[in-house]
């Protein structure tokens, strides 16, 4: 492959850029998924992902993602720019845009990529920067957490998302925390105590 590098274990730029995180047009699951895949041109010091390596119909299953959503998220990233299209290479490229971001382990990532849950990785990255970031003190609220990716307290469906999420971070061993009960759950304070 000459200058082209693919490896697997690896960190990710992954964005924390107010445009990235709030905004519910773009997939954390779809950008996750072709920054992965992509390889790395050292000459050039970007990423790329051919486009024929992308099969639609198997990445939508792999994402639980339906095949005209992949499209939309695929479409969304190149117009905020997080994406860029490389007619000349049949390719896209992964431009380094993001002025806020976290560096994280690409098998982290892969491993959430696995869960198929919306947000998953934009949440564990927000909680992940924060904690580096913070430490002794680090703490989310559900509510706050909600906010971060683009949400609002619904007091229902929404509360459960971020409930799962918070659920399949523990359970991987990326998160343990402990609650400290105020008005409600949603609001109480969860003191981060350790992040993978």
Request: aromatic share 16%; net charge positive.
């Amino acid at each position: 492959m000459g200058d082209y590098i693919m490896e697997k274990d690896f960190k990710i730029k992954f964005p924390l850029d107010d445009g990235f995180t709030k905004n519910k047009k773009i997939s954390d699951l779809v950008y996750t998924w072709l920054y992965y895949n992509s390889f790395y041109n050292k000459k050039w010091n970007k990423r790329y992902i051919e486009k024929d390596t992308i099969n639609i119909s198997e990445l939508s299953k792999e994402l639980g993602i339906s095949r005209p959503s992949l499209y939309n998220y695929i479409d969304y990233l190149l117009a905020y720019g997080y994406l860029i299209e490389n007619e000349d290479f049949d390719s896209y490229v992964i431009p380094d845009i993001a002025k806020k971001y976290i560096l994280v382990n690409s098998n982290i990532l892969h491993k959430l990529l696995s869960t198929k849950q919306k947000n998953i990785i934009k949440s564990y990255c927000i909680l992940f920067k924060y904690y580096k970031s913070v430490k002794t003190d680090a703490y989310f609220t559900q509510k706050s957490l909600l906010e971060a990716i683009g949400y609002t307290n619904d007091g229902g469906q929404n509360f459960s998302i971020i409930k799962n999420i918070i659920n399949k971070l523990v359970e991987f061993k990326l998160l343990k925390y402990s609650t400290e009960y105020g008005v409600n759950d949603f609001a109480s304070r969860n003191n981060i105590n350790y992040m993978k």
